[in-house]
Every structure is written in structure tokens, then in C-alpha cells.
T-cell receptor, first 116, second 111 residues
């Protein structure tokens, strides 16, 4: 099994629908992240969580919400999907760092979301 | 806002050639990481550099962190088709507790 599992791998949904993307990990990492990837724009941070009770907005959180159900599970919701949320979504995990140290991320294989 | 600029955006070369890709910023980074991403998959960590001037080698890949910790380069010697992919740099600066990613260099190595 993969260290970081994302479901579904692909999803087509209609404008206005609510959709949830799920992420689970077996790394035992405290930190989890949601990014979206668009061509030419790289990876942009949506939300991140450093433990179950510590959830923070990233640079593009508008239109998204998250839930950290357990250390191993971090889900991303689009309450009312719109076409410009069509993108590749990645979940990632990392060990907790000390001071300014950030450890490498382990990414899932991504969810390709299309909003029509 | 931390900004990481990668160049070139696209690079297509023949097998056996050498190449260098760059990652630049106006911010000082505490650490900088390089990832490679293949189609249909998430990025995979290649290396982390933390000290200004640091050089790390991973087989045919050589990574360098600038003396001022504002830039980094990735040099590939004798590129192979298996090196094809999107190369991303990522770093954190100041009090940031998460990584900022560059937009990547799409490398294609032709056989």
C-alpha cells in the first residue's frame, strides 16, 4: 500500500455540487497538507494541519474547507464546486520539524478534479 | 510572500547531454528542497540542502545551494530518458512553517 493514499484518483462533478477529497497516510507523520497544481503555476497551498487540533489556511483557501479526522486522515471539501477549481489536487505529509527546519514531504498520487 | 522562480520553464535535450536548471528568489531560505514529478504521480523528494554553499550529489545529479541561501541549481550529467519529468524546487523562509514551491522546469530527454 502507498504511504499516502488519495481517493478518488479522478472525479468529474457539476458546478454547485459538494465534493470531498480524502487523504490517509501510514507514515505516522503529524503534519499534513493540501495543494492544488495548475499548469504553469506549480503547487499552491490550500490548507495545512500540524496536528488534529491545529488547522491553518494556506494562500488559496477560499472556496475550500478541511477536516482532520485523525492523525492519519485529512480531507478537503469543495462546498460548492466551480469550474476554476478544476485542477490536480495533492495531499502531502511530513515529520514535525524543530525551529525553522522543515522535513521533506511525501505526496500522494493526486486527484484529478474536473468541474463542468 | 516568498517567491521561487525556476528557469527554464521547459527544456528538451538529447540523451547524453548535460543540463542545469535554476531556482531563484529574493528571500533567504532556511532550507531548500528539490522534487521530481512524473506524469500521473505526486512529486518525489530528491534532496534537501540547508547550508549556504552546500553541494550534494545523487548519482548524476548535483545540487547546489547558493552562498546567500537565495538560490539553488540542479545539474544533470549525461541525461537519460528516465530523467524526464517536472523538477520542482521548494523552500521555507523566515517564520514560514510550510514549503513554497516554484512553478517547475519540465525536462524532456530524447533518446
Amino acid at each position: 500500500d502507498a504511504d499516502v493514499t488519495q481517493t478518488p484518483r479522478n472525479r468529474i462533478t457539476k458546478t454547485g455540487k459538494r465534493i470531498m477529497l480524502e487523504c490517509s497516510q501510514t507514515k505516522g507523520h503529524d503534519r499534513m497538507y493540501w495543494y492544488r497544481q495548475d499548469p504553469g503555476l506549480g503547487l499552491r497551498l490550500i490548507y495545512y494541519s500540524f496536528d488534529v487540533k491545529d488547522i491553518n489556511k494556506g494562500e488559496i483557501s477560499d472556496g475550500y474547507s478541511v477536516s482532520r479526522q485523525a492523525q492519519a486522515k485529512f480531507s478537503l471539501s469543495l462546498e460548492s464546486a466551480i469550474p476554476n477549481q478544476t485542477a490536480l489536487y495533492f495531499c502531502a505529509t511530513s515529520e514535525s520539524g524543530t525551529g525553522s527546519r522543515i522535513y521533506g514531504y511525501t505526496f500522494g498520487s493526486g486527484t484529478r478534479l474536473t468541474v463542468v | 510572500t516568498q517567491l521561487l522562480e525556476q528557469s527554464p520553464q521547459f527544456l528538451s535535450i538529447q540523451e547524453g547531454e548535460n543540463l542545469t536548471v535554476y531556482c531563484n528568489s529574493s528571500s533567504v531560505f532556511s532550507s531548500l528542497q528539490w522534487y521530481r514529478q512524473e506524469p500521473g504521480e505526486g512529486p518525489v523528494l530528491l534532496v534537501t540542502v540547508v547550508t549556504g554553499g552546500e553541494v550534494k550529489k545523487l548519482k548524476r545529479l548535483t545540487f547546489q545551494f547558493g552562498d546567500a541561501r537565495k538560490d539553488s541549481s540542479l545539474h544533470i550529467t549525461a541525461a537519460q530518458p528516465g530523467d524526464t519529468g517536472l523538477y520542482l524546487c521548494a523552500g521555507n523562509s523566515g517564520s514560514a512553517r510550510q514549503l513554497t514551491f516554484g512553478s517547475g522546469t519540465q525536462l524532456t530527454v530524447l533518446p
